[in-house]
């Protein structure tokens, strides 16, 4: 009997701006993810859009991880020095008659177009050729009209039709940068990746991800979306909502309250022990099944301090 692959999961974190509580919680259910059930846990940077990138994130970043005892193996892979391998992927989808080139504006995508379950759905218009005269802008990947079917270890089951909830989407932008979802695929596959644990904000993405798997011939691995973290007007921890950056200083406050918001039965009193403590009961101890199988709740603002190891 063919033995199953070993347990391989990642963090890829977009460097826009410092880690947030939000993050935290995805760099923390990926890695104890991993380490409990005795798998590695990579990074990679995904430095694929640099006009929302904000200069020296990714070293802050790889600071933060280390400073909160997320240690990763391998090197850390950055996606702005693999544009190659997407370049590659793109061909295989052109020879495969799955790509096409987009001439429509902005503007004529929002006057033409429906809204579907992220985003609008494009109705297709360049699908058959850019009309003479015009020239190509992006580059789209074709969906059929059939559904696909997951199941994510704690959303459950979901089911897409690819053709009504998103349409033909974008692989290569109109800027000419590589979009998210097809790098994506491209990486997880290249680095081995068997489990995707990630924030539930993109769980909408999967579908077109599987999709794209599929015309690649790539695996799919498994996949588990944590609850998002939200502040208390229920907006998503981000940059754009002013998500407090993370105090390096000192990590296992928040440590603490990333464990408590997954559910995770901590015991109080390891915030007076170290962070090699923390992180052995942690790894120990992680109960995927004690994740709150929600898309989102608000977090717990009280925290967790050195006063309620000594109530
Ligand atoms: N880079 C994406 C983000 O920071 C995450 C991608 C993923 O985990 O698939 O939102």
Request: proline letters at 6%.
């Amino acid at each position: 009997m063919k033995s199953p692959k070993p347990y391989r999961g990642r963090f890829a974190p977009s460097p826009t701006g410092p880690l947030h509580l939000g993050s935290m919680v995805a760099a923390v259910g990926s890695f104890l993810e991993a380490r409990h059930r005795g798998g590695e846990w990579l990074l990679r940077m995904e430095d694929l859009d640099p006009p929302r990138e904000a200069p020296g994130a990714a070293a802050d970043i790889l600071r933060t991880l280390e400073a909160f005892g997320l240690h990763w193996d391998g090197e850390v892979v950055y996606q702005s020095r693999r544009h190659a391998l997407y370049e590659e992927a793109l061909e295989k989808l052109r020879t495969r008659d799955a790509l096409y080139a987009c001439a429509c504006s902005r503007r004529e995508i929002a006057d033409s177009s429906v809204s579907g379950v992220d985003g609008l759905v494009y109705p297709g218009t360049c699908r058959a050729g850019i009309a003479p005269g015009r020239a190509p802008r992006a580059w789209r990947v074709k969906v059929d009209g059939q559904k696909l079917e997951f199941s994510d270890a704690i959303q459950g089951s979901m089911v897409r039709d690819l053709a009504a909830d998103f349409g033909d989407f974008v692989v290569r932008r109109a800027d000419g940068f590589f979009a998210y979802q097809l790098a994506v695929v491209v990486d997880d596959a290249a680095q081995g990746i068997t489990a995707i644990v990630r924030g539930a904000d993109l769980i909408e993405s999967t579908p077109r991800q599987i999709h794209l798997q599929r015309l690649l011939g790539l695996p799919t691995p498994e996949y588990l979306h944590l609850p998002v973290a939200l502040n208390a007007q229920s907006e998503k921890l981000s940059k754009q909502t002013f998500a407090a950056p993370l105090d390096t200083a000192n990590p296992l406050p928040t440590l603490l309250q990333v464990m408590r918001f997954l559910g995770q039965d901590v015991p109080v009193e390891l915030i007076e022990g170290s962070i090699g403590d923390f992180w052995r009961w942690a790894v120990g101890n992680w109960d995927v099944g004690r994740v709150p199988r929600v898309a989102g709740m608000v977090v717990d603002t009280v925290g967790v301090s050195l006063s309620d190891a000594n109530e």
